[in-house]
């Protein structure tokens, strides 16, 4: 009798320290990853800084002490919604659109780790310290932000957000720095399929979002590589092209201006509306 009171203390206590997650159906989460065009290179206006709907969250990669933001907390997803110092970006607008069309009890939060200048080389998490290893010193600073290791920051981050809602898809703004690169679909399959193994989701209900660079109607310089950004579905069915075409930039030709990610944030958001089947 002893022994047996004994085996369900400790069957109860078990389950007492057994952690329990509140994971809400109702919010979707959203992996964002690329170079400084998903940082998000425009100086935000006012009208990008009021008025954001509190179902739109962001879950904060790095500590932010000049935003009050701690890293691994939920916050309204005022911009910037990268690093403590970066601009208005294409997250902004996909996840206002988002919220604006989906009804009232679905929530959308998103995690971006983004890093300007930077190749798709340096998502991939068996040979990313080749390339931080030779990486210019004004990246450095950012690299260490992620501690190094972006990849890893975004995979901690995104276990985190799914104790509280539902990884629904991906987007990635990235390619500039590998213009010309005919390889780089398959990278990105490396990375992406890294984060279904590591993150156990199933491709078929993870949609991977890529937005092309700087469109050549704008003079983008990188724009030659938007006929490589192209072939991604044939590499990833479940992958989708987001249209630059018409989208402003700015006068380096190579960043959007904060009307073009606008624009831009809003095409992510439509395609995402139509594979959540919301016309």
Wanted: net charge positive; proline share 5%.
């Amino acid at each position: 009798m002893i022994k047996l009171r004994a085996i369900f203390t400790c069957a109860a206590f078990l389950l007492i320290s057994i952690p329990s997650f509140s994971q809400d159906s109702n919010f979707y989460i959203f992996l964002c990853f690329g170079q400084s065009n998903m940082e998000g290179a425009a100086k935000f206006e006012a009208q990008d800084t009021t008025a954001v709907d509190q179902r739109f969250r962001l879950l904060e990669a790095v500590n932010c002490d000049n935003l009050n933001r701690t890293k691994g907390n939920w916050y309204t997803a005022v911009p910037p919604l990268t690093r403590c110092k970066t601009g208005l970006g294409p997250v902004d607008y996909f996840g206002r659109t988002l919220v604006a069309n989906l009804p009232k009890n679905i929530k959308i939060g998103v995690i971006n780790v983004a890093v300007g200048g930077c190749k798709i080389e340096l998502f991939n998490k068996e040979n990313y310290q080749s390339y931080t290893a030779t990486a210019p010193d004004w990246m450095k600073g950012m690299l260490a932000e992620y501690e190094g290791n972006p990849y890893a920051r975004m995979v901690e981050m995104a276990k985190i957000a799914q104790q509280s809602g539902i990884i629904k898809g991906i987007l990635l703004h990235q390619g500039e720095s590998n213009t010309g690169d005919k390889a780089w679909p398959e990278k990105v399959k490396g990375v992406y399929e890294n984060l279904l193994k590591d993150l156990k989701l199933e491709a078929k209900n993870t949609p991977l979002l890529a937005g092309e660079v700087v469109n050549a109607d704008q003079g983008g310089v990188c724009a030659s590589m938007n006929a490589i950004i192209a072939t991604l579905p044939q590499t990833i069915p479940n992958a989708h092209v987001i249209s630059s075409a018409g989208c402003p930039d700015g006068p380096d030709n190579l960043h959007f201006s904060a009307e073009g990610y606008r624009m831009l944030g809003k095409r992510y958001g439509e395609k995402m509306l139509s594979l959540l089947g919301k016309k």
